[in-house]
């Protein structure tokens, strides 16, 4: 009986005593991690160091990590759907929040951003840049999406180059067509090169003129009216006359309608082209080709007179994170999100991939200074989505009516009259048959 006891008492104890042996020891968690970038690409140099810098201050955190690159969400929802646990994910915030935000399937941020940042110094939600985070909420204005790599888009150009011509930086679009007319005939060199070949290139310029003619939302506004009597407002027309006069007066590079990306962004490496439009990808996509004395300049679409729009209004959009809801380790990818937030781990993003931070704080790339674009977007009062959001919130009217169409026009397929009449006439369509 006295032995019965004594074993019985020493299951006991072991009974209590393991757990809390197991707890003190540290169990490992691990964060499954997919990517939207490709492992040679430099934001997966980026989230490497950034996980290994984590894994050292936490050593009972592991990751597992899938760089699946542009398709990441098709590929983990299926791997999701055979059962295959993933806590985290990265994307563009557009993509995420048609896919994951408004299906239920992504976490909600709020209580973590009302906390302190990583370290500890105010909530998180005031790290970053105001506005932001709000672009791609959920239709309950929740927040559940972590910005990293902002972008907009602007003029890039090389500082070197304008500085031994005298050229300055146009500040309305009468004061562009001079500066182009100025390059045209006064020099051999192209005023503007662009890769015709790329409809989502191409409707910068649409969307970045009614901007500036109608400010933020027209083209969204034009879309959702059922009647279509929207598309009748003189800027639609305005701003394809305003495009295909480029083409007109030869502001563009000759040959340019036939360019396939990236023919035309490698005219102005070459020093062939003066400037070229585009997104604030195209420093780190040229970085290898341009000479060593390249000094990259940017600047933001100019204003027009008697337009609403001002340079207060910059396009802004981004890459984000998002934890999924039925995520086992939310708090420590909660954590992890708060330390790749912090000003240090952005600037070694800045500095390794040339994007733009959504932090307060962090440095930016050298091309976005002074009257560059990071500066602009930094003191912007009214941020707006890239394609006026139409990418987001209408994908398939996006792409097969609004881009199908403008990309006629501004090739000059179609008179300015034949596109509002074409853009009146799909609108009413496409919402009849919604």
């Given at each position: 009986m006295k032995r019965l006891l004594f074993w019985l008492a020493i299951i006991l104890f072991c009974i209590s005593v393991i757990p809390i042996i197991g707890t003190a020891s540290g169990e490992t968690k691990t964060i499954v991690l997919w990517s939207m970038v490709n492992e040679p690409e430099p934001f997966a140099t980026v989230q490497k160091k950034w996980i290994e810098d984590y894994k050292e201050i936490n050593?009972?955190?592991?990751?597992?990590?899938?760089?699946?690159?542009?398709?990441?969400?098709?590929?983990?929802?299926?791997?999701?759907?055979?059962?295959?646990?993933?806590?985290?994910?990265?994307?563009?915030?557009f993509?995420?929040?048609?896919?994951?935000?408004?299906?239920?399937?992504?976490?909600?941020?709020?209580?973590?951003?009302?906390?302190?940042?990583?370290?500890?110094?105010?909530?998180?939600?005031e790290s970053f840049i105001p506005g932001i985070l709000e672009q791609y909420a959920a239709d309950d204005g929740t927040i559940h999406l972590i910005p990293?790599?902002?972008?907009?888009?602007?003029?890039?150009?090389?500082?070197?180059?304008?500085?031994?011509?005298?050229?300055?930086?146009?500040?309305?679009?009468?004061?562009?067509?001079?500066?182009?007319e100025t390059i045209k005939t006064t020099t051999d060199i192209a005023p503007i090169t662009h890769d015709c070949g790329v409809d989502f290139y191409n409707d910068i310029w649409n969307y970045q003129i009614m901007a500036r003619l109608k400010g933020p939302g027209?083209?969204?506004?034009?879309?959702?009216?059922?009647?279509?009597?929207?598309?009748?407002?003189?800027?639609?027309?305005r701003a394809i006359e305003m495009e295909q006069e480029l083409f007109d007066k030869g502001y563009i590079i000759e040959g340019a309608k036939g360019f396939t990306w990236p023919a035309?962004?490698?005219?102005?490496?070459?020093?062939?082209?003066?400037?070229?439009?585009?997104?604030?990808?195209?420093?780190?996509?040229?970085?290898?080709?341009?000479?060593?004395?390249?000094?990259?300049?940017?600047?933001?679409?100019?204003?027009?007179?008697?337009?609403?729009?001002?340079?207060?209004?910059?396009?802004?959009?981004?890459?984000?994170?998002?934890?999924f809801a039925d995520s086992e380790v939310s708090d420590e990818v909660v954590d992890f999100l708060k330390f790749v937030t912090t000003v240090d781990n952005q600037e070694f993003m800045v500095e390794t991939s040339w994007n733009l931070s959504p932090i307060?704080?962090?440095?930016?790339?050298?091309?976005?200074?002074?009257?560059?674009?990071?500066?602009?977007?930094?003191?912007?009062?009214?941020?707006?989505?890239?394609?006026?959001?139409?990418?987001?919130?209408?994908?398939?009217?996006?792409?097969?009516?609004?881009?199908?169409?403008?990309?006629?026009?501004?090739?000059?397929?179609?008179t300015p009259e034949e596109y509002v009449q074409i853009m009146k006439e799909e609108t009413i369509k496409y919402w009849e048959e919604r």
């Open positions: 050593p009972d955190i592991d990751f597992e990590v899938v760089f699946a690159g542009r398709e990441v969400v098709t590929k983990v929802m299926v791997s999701r759907g055979a059962g295959v646990t993933i806590d985290l994910i990265n994307m563009e915030g993509v995420l929040r048609g896919a994951l935000v408004i299906e239920g399937i992504s976490s909600a941020l709020d209580n973590a951003l009302d906390k302190p940042d990583y370290k500890g110094e105010k909530p998180w939600r990293f790599g902002v972008h907009t888009s602007g003029f890039f150009y090389d500082k070197k180059m304008w500085q031994e011509h005298g050229w300055k930086v146009p500040k309305t679009w009468d004061e562009f067509l001079e500066l182009c027209a083209i969204m506004a034009a879309v959702e009216d059922k009647t279509g009597e929207s598309w009748d407002d003189p800027a639609f027309k035309g962004q490698g005219f102005l490496a070459s020093g062939e082209a003066a400037m070229n439009l585009n997104g604030t990808w195209l420093p780190n996509e040229l970085k290898h080709q341009v000479d060593e004395d390249f000094e990259w300049g940017s600047f933001p679409f100019p204003e027009v007179v008697g337009g609403v729009g001002t340079f207060k209004d910059m396009e802004s959009s981004w890459n984000g994170w998002a934890v307060l704080g962090a440095d930016m790339p050298d091309w976005s200074l002074g009257e560059g674009l990071g500066q602009a977007l930094a003191q912007a009062e009214n941020l707006f989505d890239r394609h006026d959001g139409l990418a987001g919130r209408y994908p398939e009217y996006y792409k097969n009516i609004y881009l199908k169409n403008h990309d006629r026009a501004f090739l000059g397929e179609i």
